[in-house]
T-cell receptor
Framework: TQLLEQSPQFLSIQEGENLTVYCNSSSVFSSLQWYRQEPGEGPVLLVTVVTGGEVKKLKRLTFQFGDARKDSSLHITAAQPGDTGLYLCAGALQGGSEKLVFGKGTKLTVNP | EPEVTQTPSHQVTQMGQEVILRCVPISNHLYFYWYRQILGQKVEFLVSFYNNEISEKSEIFDDQFSVERPDGSNFTLKIRSTKLEDSAMYFC???????????FGNGTRLTVT
């Protein structure tokens, strides 16, 4: 069974702090997505990374795909209370599989 | 912005009953998916559907499950005889082609009693 392990599972920080969330696997992915999910809603795509070593920035969010395409990180700079939510990583396995394999998520709380 | 819509938002059913979960994908999308999320667990892939047929399914998607695109706009998931362990949030998703982002609906919470 292919697994995507996310860490930490829970993270509570103060407004203005920086944080990094990790997504790790022993499997190689053709692409990896990061989603944010609010309670009672479906996941909303933040970014897709495709190339090993790729770095993408979305305002204060920086996403990196590992060189071997087995891991990824999400770094948030100067976190704000509006960043509070569940962050999910999901990978598309090599070989043309249609399915996304999801991590369990990191529940981030940013306190004012 | 176009979105994937799912109905109902919450469905309660008794064990052994049939349920149909409904989805209207984004109108120009060609690839359709069902995922589920049991409370406190990961989002899990159930099935993908393209060109009017199932393209891939997981081991969860046994013969109690079926999907249909009856009229070119709706995409349904049927569970023939529900079990307690089918209680979960069911998400429909769609995308335009093989490289574009996947858009999720807000889910149907299925409760089997």
């Amino acid at each position: 069974t292919q697994l995507l392990e996310q860490s930490p599972q829970f993270l509570s920080i103060q407004e203005g702090e920086n944080l990094t969330v990790y997504c790790n696997s022993s499997s190689v992915f053709s692409s990896l997505q990061w989603y944010r999910q609010e309670p009672g809603e479906g996941p909303v795509l933040l970014v897709t990374v495709v190339t090993g070593g790729e770095v993408k920035k979305l305002k204060r969010l920086t996403f990196q795909f590992g060189d071997a395409r087995k891991d990824s990180s999400l770094h948030i700079t100067a976190a704000q209370p509006g960043d509070t939510g569940l962050y999910l990583c999901a990978g598309a396995l090599q070989g043309g599989s249609e399915k996304l394999v999801f991590g369990k998520g990191t529940k981030l709380t940013v306190n004012p | 912005e176009p979105e994937v819509t799912q109905t109902p938002s919450h469905q309660v059913t008794q064990m052994g009953q049939e349920v149909i979960l409904r989805c209207v994908p984004i109108s120009n999308h060609l690839y359709f998916y069902w995922y589920r999320q049991i409370l406190g667990q990961k989002v899990e892939f159930l099935v993908s559907f393209y060109n009017n047929e199932i393209s891939e399914k997981s081991e969860i998607f046994d013969d109690q499950f079926s999907v249909e695109r009856p009229d070119g706009s709706n995409f349904t998931l049927k569970i023939r005889s529900t079990k307690l362990e089918d209680s979960a949030m069911y998400f429909c998703a769609s995308k335009a082609d093989g490289t574009t982002p996947l858009h999720f609906g807000n889910g149907t919470r299925l409760t089997v009693t």
